[in-house]
């Protein structure tokens, strides 16, 4: 049997482009389209196109989560959290429009025999889970532009893919209260003329509080740890800082006790409980959730997770692994053990021979420019 292999990216964050309504973008953080169009060729030719003996070599990319970020681009200027599937498409255009070559690059590899795309939804992308939008997606990126498609497959119906290899992706957001999805019942349609998302609290902060502040300060929400961003915040910046603390704790507090009483957004008492038990480790690796995973299920070898950013690959003594893709976006990191702004092209690159797989942690080196734009 000849290897197959499964490219895992997540976390691009792609919304409306660099420059947006007539202006440069505060709110767009992915600036690599050259590079990812140059990944996706790459992956999908050569050695990754036809083996030795003529057959195609199957490639799966798979989008785990977050790849589209609707929650960064504006209708009308605003960040509305009632998004109604016209809302949603409106988006999905910006987007399409803003990367115009990465979609083109999709197309590309779709079409190559042997290659499938499967994107999973995150917490930035439930926009997902409206039919009209995995419907565009899917013809944009198919060869033929056909719905269903062989090529191409937006997952909605669940949080996981699942290889008889012993590999199991997962975006990981499902493990924090404030960004989990109801999968099963993903929309309110209870007193609205349409359709609205159900988001999650986490996706609400953002809308109204993050996107607020990065009008001031663009890199608000790529400081990690938060706990030390604010503790120079309070020095180097103390007015920002103390506004955007304030807004935080006013907004958590209306949100939740208001959503508790009306049971929308996951507003249950219990529900808020959780989140603020989490809120005191917030951006953590979630190493703790796929060692659990790994444990529960006997049969899996290889959890792969995206949602925090921060690239991982740990091998435990009984041979099992845990891998996290990071982000293509820029961080700025506060911990002593990376210390400095990190922009990092990572995925899993998983190989499987048979029923043997083998999967680690790479950085795609891309190709050198005369310019590209500056990033804070």
């Known amino acids: 049997m000849s290897k197959r292999y499964k490219i895992v990216i997540s976390d691009c964050h792609l919304s409306a482009g660099r420059f947006f309504e007539g202006q440069l973008n505060p709110h767009e953080d992915f600036h690599l389209d050259d590079e ?37 681009v504006p209708v009308g200027g605003e960040f509305e959290e009632s998004i109604d599937e016209e809302m949603a498409l409106y988006k999905l255009e910006a987007i399409f429009a803003g990367h115009p070559k990465v979609m083109e690059a999709l197309r590309r590899f ?11 939804i995150g917490n930035h992308d439930a926009e997902l889970f409206f039919p ?53 019942e993903p929309f309110i349609e209870e007193d609205v003329p349409a359709p609205v998302l159900k988001l999650p609290w986490g996706s609400i902060y953002v809308l109204k509080i993050i996107n607020r502040m990065k009008w001031e300060r663009s890199y608000v929400d790529k400081v ?34 208001e959503g508790a009483f009306k049971g929308r957004n996951g507003g249950s008492f219990e529900q808020t409980l959780k989140i603020l038990k989490q809120e005191t480790k917030l951006f953590q690796d979630l190493e703790g959730e796929a060692r659990m995973l790994l444990d529960q299920k006997t ?51 998983v190989e499987i021979d048979g029923t043997n797989p083998r999967c680690e942690l790479r950085e795609w080196l891309g190709e050198y420019h005369p310019h590209r734009s500056f990033q804070i």
Do not use: C
């Not at 779709?110 to 999973?120: D, F, R, V």
């Open 110 to 120: 779709a079409a190559k025999p042997g290659k499938k795309i499967e994107y999973l």
């Open 36 to 72: 990812m169009s140059a990944f996706f060729d790459y992956f999908s030719t050569g050695k990754y196109g036809f083996a030795a003996d003529g057959t195609p070599v199957q490639v799966e990319l798979i989008i785990n989560g977050d790849y589209f970020d609707f929650l960064n």
């Open 224 to 257: 990690r740890p938060v706990k030390v961003f604010v503790l120079f915040g309070l020095i180097l910046h103390p007015f920002f800082t103390l506004r955007f603390v304030m807004y935080s704790l006013y907004y958590f507090l209306k949100t939740r006790i």
């Open 132 to 184: 009209k939008i995995r419907e565009r997606i899917t013809r944009a990126w198919d060869p033929e532009g056909d719905f269903p498609s062989a090529h191409v497959e937006v997952i909605a119906d669940r949080d996981r893919i699942s290889d008889p290899a012993g590999v199991e992706i997962r975006h990981g957001n499902q493990y924090e209260a404030s960004n989990a999805m109801d999968f099963e």
């Open 299 to 349: 049969e899996v070898r290889t959890i792969i997770f995206g949602h925090t950013h921060r690239p991982l690959d740990r091998i435990y003594p009984d041979g099992k692994q845990y891998i996290n893709t990071g982000t293509w976006t820029r961080m700025i990191n506060l911990d002593w053990s990376g210390l400095g702004q990190n922009l990092r092209m990572t995925f899993a690159y």
